[in-house]
């Protein structure tokens, strides 16, 4: 079975400083992977995504992540947080094989503080 | 691109009647597109996943009754919440992927908030 795990509810980054937001995986064969954004009442915004290649993929707002097979671990982040990056963050995963659910894991609320 | 249409954004029924949401592709045609169910605070709860012109196919737990899907076009989705209580509020999204398969990312709409009074 695929999971997602997300280890951090929330994360708190002072505005200017780099921002992570771990994200660990779990699939049956190659992983595509993705990041999604959402704002309050809203539906979730693609960010980026990992299929294959590079392992560091580059997305909306100035956000990327790092695939890292070994330790099966897709983590976002920024260089400079913004205020504006508040919001509720999700990972999630499907796989290579014929299984076509998309697993997300539980979110991570990203407050940036002035 | 890739717009995922979904409405009403919020309804407000009373308990025993029935909700229709709506989920269109304005501009690509979504083969798949997946019902889900959020909870304050919580993660995404998939319900079901629907494939145009077939049966949706339930999550366990999720009454197929109760949460009637029809995903009659490749561009049209609906989800039915028959005979609503309380308990049914919640906010619903839909979300759609195009012909590119697993790989593709996932549209979203801008979900619903049914409120059950």
């Known amino acids: 079975a695929q999971s997602v795990a997300q280890p951090e509810d929330q994360v708190n980054v002072a505005e200017g400083n780099p921002l992570t937001v771990k994200c660990t995986y779990s699939?049956?064969?190659?992983?595509?992977l993705f990041w999604y954004v959402q704002y309050p009442n809203r539906g979730l915004q693609f960010l980026l995504k990992?299929?294959?290649?590079?392992?560091l993929v580059k997305g909306s707002y100035g956000f990327e992540a790092e695939f890292n097979k070994s330790q099966t671990s897709f983590h976002l982040k920024k260089p400079s947080a913004l205020v504006s990056d508040s919001a509720l963050y999700f990972c999630a995963a499907s796989s290579s094989g014929g299984y076509q659910k998309v697993t997300f894991g539980t979110g991570t609320k990203l407050q940036v503080i002035p | 691109g890739a717009v995922v249409s979904q409405h009403p954004s919020r309804v407000i029924c009373k308990s025993g009647t029935s909700v229709k949401i709506e989920c269109r592709s304005l501009d690509f045609q979504a083969t798949t597109m997946f019902w889900y169910r959020q909870f304050p605070k919580q993660s995404l709860m998939l319900m079901a996943t629907s494939n145009e012109g077939s049966k949706a196919t339930y999550e366990q737990g999720v009454e197929k009754d109760k949460f009637l899907i029809n995903h009659a076009s490749l561009t049209l989705s609906t989800l039915t919440v028959t005979s609503a209580h309380p308990e049914d509020s919640s906010f619903y999204i839909c979300?759609?992927?195009?012909?590119?398969?697993?790989?593709?990312?996932?549209?979203f709409g801008n979900g619903t908030r049914l409120t059950v009074t």
């Open positions: 990992y299929i294959t290649g590079d392992n």
């Open positions: 699939v049956s064969g190659n992983p595509y």
């Open positions: 979300s759609a992927r195009g012909r590119g398969g697993n790989n593709s990312p996932l549209h």
